[in-house]
């Protein structure tokens, strides 16, 4: 029996606690305002609408990726960077990345089953060598993963991963498979853990505060290019490293953002929100994404 989205954020709540006003995961994070304007190789490839030059005006999250709001910054965890692209016509448009170069799973059932594992307490001593034999492929992606959960010493100096595939459509109707990369203008190497926990359990938002008051922290979108055979379907499978990139635009963060998600106003960052000239792949973590979301900010509007 299919997974649905209520049994998926019943299990998510089920581990990290259910928090009013919350999202079930990313639950910590900064709001930011910016901008994105794409290079003329991201018109080369799609005729959408946010990739044909002009400055598009942004709202940034980013975020820790459990749904625990109280959980420290210096714990491990993925961290989060989403953009969302406020278009003339008055259409948006979402850009999802994780600081983990691809998903650990292929499914959503397999992700749900992992969550639960996970934060079984004494329980996941069994339950998570289960999972990874029901699953190798997880298991086959710890070396990767892992070092990507410690603590960084910034949001805003680590990269981030569209895990998902996306076909982009140009002038004459040809397609091609690409996924996101958002790379930082400025790297800082990652405290050891010791380090981490005593900058604090909440460092990373007051540390982008004080560095946006410095000036503008900015990413560059690049695109890796699918080649032929590179599987489309499974956010789990790394594409090869020697496949082309392209540079796509760059985002610039210019201040935090402290007018929304205020009273009602909800923000969903949805990366299968698409414009014309992009056009969704078969996998099924995308595709059961927005089902997923509409639960879970049902729950966070209850």
């Known amino acids: 029996m299919a997974l649905t989205p209520a049994q998926a954020i019943d299990a998510i709540n089920g581990v990290f606690g259910r928090h009013a006003g919350r999202r079930a995961l990313h639950a910590k994070g900064s709001l930011c305002r910016g901008s994105f304007t794409a290079t003329p190789a991201a018109a080369q490839l799609t005729t959408a609408p946010q990739m044909q030059g002009a400055a598009i005006p942004a709202t940034v999250r980013f975020s820790n990726g459990g ?40 499914t959503p059932e397999a992700f749900i089953e992992l969550v639960v594992a996970q934060g079984a307490g004494p329980a996941s001593v069994w339950k998570l060598p289960r999972f990874f034999a029901r699953h190798p492929e997880a298991l086959r992606a710890l070396p990767v993963l892992a070092p990507t959960l410690a603590a960084p010493a910034s949001y805003a100096t680590i990269p981030y991963y569209g895990i998902h595939a996306f076909k982009w459509i140009d002038a004459e109707g040809m397609g091609r498979y690409v996924r996101y990369q958002l790379r930082p203008e400025v790297t800082q ?34 695109l890796q290019l699918a080649g ?14 020697q496949r082309k990139l392209v540079t796509a635009g760059t985002l610039t963060i210019t201040e935090l953002e402290t007018e929304r998600e205020t009273g009602d106003d909800v923000l969903v960052f949805d990366p299968t929100r698409i414009t014309p000239g992009i056009e969704l792949s078969e996998d099924p973590v995308l595709q059961f994404r927005r089902a997923a979301y509409s639960e879970s900010v049902a ?4």
């Open 67 to 106: 749904g625990d709001p109280g959980h420290p910054d210096w714990a491990p965890d993925p961290r989060g960077l989403a953009v969302k692209l406020y278009l003339t016509d008055g259409s948006r448009t979402d850009i999802v990345a994780v600081s983990s170069p691809r998903f650990p799973v292929r």
């Open 189 to 222: 190497r990652k405290p050891a853990p010791w380090q981490a926990r005593r900058l604090g359990a909440d460092y990373l938002q007051p540390e982008l505060v004080a560095r946006l008051q410095r000036g503008p922290v900015r990413f560059t979108l690049q």
């Open 228 to 241: 032929t055979g590179d599987p489309t379907d499974d956010p789990s499978a790394a594409w090869p490293r």
């Open 299 to 302: 729950r966070r509007m209850a």
